[in-house]
């Protein structure tokens, strides 16, 4: 365990206190169970005109946090780390944004500035721990003796775990921490379901009790994306594509991804690359829903080269062209060009570049006359087109396989990491909020696979894909493409 700094016999703890219920009924669990506490305010961003309110929010938020640090009877602190956020953060979104990619700002906030430029400021005033109002847990990693797991240095190693609240768990915006972060944190209402917070909070007259939570960037707040993107991503008009079900009978790519999975299956059965739609709103531990046999054979994964694994994990890429027609309207004749019927296709309209747009999207298209609703499939920024397609169960919308770069895997712990050959069953999310997913794991010298169950809807370049075995979080990494 890290070295901690001690006044009075007690465990001096820096709680970052945002202006929330949630940090705040942490602060005031860390006063009743005896630490050592003080409040850290930490100030990210200044731009109020990026955000849809158009006002300082964070000068709200940090009254609020005062008023909490003041009715709890903690010292107060407020931090500047906006020159770190915005280029550890916010320049690394406009660089994944600007190569097609959908980076995730509040997974990069938490490993970048909570939980290392917000850590070191509090260590400077002297703590041993920082704590947030995260809904995770953290505890020792035993072994089946119940002895501590210590690393090659002979320091305790941690396991992070799901928040007891299946609602509320955020375990998936933590998924980069390493481990000499997790030593020096406390998570103090991870075993509380927020109601609980919420009435703690009003028990005690914080300030704070009714508070909305927070949405938007991490930070920055509620933002028209395009718009704040707009500030260093310049606007070129392009093409909107449809892309229609026959694209696929053809397409080579699509007919490789369903002759190797069918090969790979146990039953033998030919895979539906289409899935339904699922309301990303109330979520299950893992423990509510059991792993699962594996409906793939394990030895015909492991004689898989790693070329045929890579190809898998590729998407659908859209080579379509549209050709042109002179015809005659109206009375005078007067000669308009047009497109040709297309069977794979038809071009909709123009947008405004296609980095402002991602994989699964459905708002800020304006496209209408579809019966059911038009959902971006993929966008190429280098011929500055978006493809889209309507409807849930879209062939484009869903995958089963998707790769991390070998330098991009982190494992929260060394010593579950997976050599190159081995195939492990986990639980998996591409996205918060999401359900948890039974999946495949296999891990090459090219990168770790995971090869999933079902298919998958929206999966996102940039995005994190984070790994479980039952409500331990292992480790994640960005998805490749």
């Known amino acids: ?12 703890v820096c709680i970052g206190l945002s202006g929330g219920v949630d940090s705040s009924v942490a602060a005031l669990l860390l006063k009743e169970q005896g630490y050592d506490v003080f409040a850290m305010f930490m100030q990210n961003w200044h731009d109020a005109d990026s955000t849809l309110h158009g006002d300082c929010e964070w000068e709200e938020d940090r ?24 280029q550890r953060v916010v320049d690394y979104m406009f660089d994944e944004y600007s190569k097609g990619r959908t980076p995730n700002p509040d997974v990069l906030c938490n490993r970048e500035i909570k939980f290392d430029a917000f850590m070191k400021v509090a260590e400077k005033y002297g703590a041993a721990m920082v704590a947030t109002g995260h809904y995770c847990r953290k505890e020792a990693a035993l072994d089946e003796l119940g002895q501590p797991i210590l690393d090659s240095e002979g320091k305790q190693i941690y396991r992070l775990l799901e928040g007891s609240d299946p609602n509320k768990d955020q375990s ?7 481990q000499d972060q997790l030593s020096k944190t406390l998570f103090p209402i991870g075993e509380l379901r927020k109601p609980e917070v919420r009435q703690k909070a009003k028990e005690a007259d914080l300030p704070s009790a009714d508070k909305k939570d927070s949405q938007g960037i991490c930070f920055v707040g509620k933002v028209d994306l395009p718009t704040f993107l707009k500030q260093k991503l310049t606007s070129v008009e392009g093409d909107v594509v ?15 991804m369903i002759k190797v999975l069918s090969s790979l299956r146990n039953d033998g059965m030919v895979p539906t ?8 709103v109330k979520l299950l531990t893992s423990d509510g829903e059991p792993l699962g046999e594996s409906p793939y054979d394990s030895e015909a994964i492991a004689s898989l080269p790693d070329e045929v694994l890579e190809r898998l994990s590729k998407p659908v890429k859209y080579d379509i062209s549209f050709e042109t027609e002179v015809y005659k309207s109206g009375k005078k004749h007067i000669k308009k060009t047009r497109y040709k019927d297309n069977p794979y296709g038809k071009i909709l309209g123009k947008h405004e570049g296609a980095q402002f747009y991602t994989v699964g999207q459905r708002k800020g298209l ?57 195939i492990r069953r986990c639980r998996v999310r591409i996205r918060y909020r999401q359900p948890l997913q039974s999946a495949t794991l ?12 079902s298919p998958q809807r929206g999966i996102t370049p940039g995005q994190f894909a984070v790994w479980y075995d039952g409500e331990e979080l292992l480790g994640s990494g960005a998805i490749a493409e």
Not at 242 to 256: G, L, N, R, T
């Open 242 to 256: 449809e892309i229609f079900d026959a694209y696929y009978e053809s397409d080579k790519q699509y007919q490789f």
């Open 172 to 178: 998936y915006f933590l998924c980069q921490l390493s």
């Open 63 to 86: 009254f609020v946090a005062e008023l909490v640090a003041r009715k709890i009877g903690i010292p107060f602190y407020f931090v500047d780390l906006s020159k770190e956020y915005r």
């Open 442 to 453: 296999i891990s090459r010298d090219s990168g770790l696979y995971i090869l999933f169950d």
């Open 1 to 12: 365990m890290a070295e901690q700094k001690e006044e009075n016999g007690k465990i001096k």
């Open 273 to 280: 690359m289409t899935g339904g739609y699922v309301k990303e």
């Open 366 to 422: 304006s496209i209408g006359g579809h019966k059911e609703p038009v959902f971006v499939i993929d966008t190429d920024t280098q011929t500055n087109r978006v493809y889209v397609g309507e409807g849930y169960s879209h062939k484009g919308l869903y995958r089963f396989c998707l790769r991390i770069n070998p330098d991009e895997v982190k494992w929260l712990r060394a010593d579950l990491a997976m050599p190159p050959g081995e």
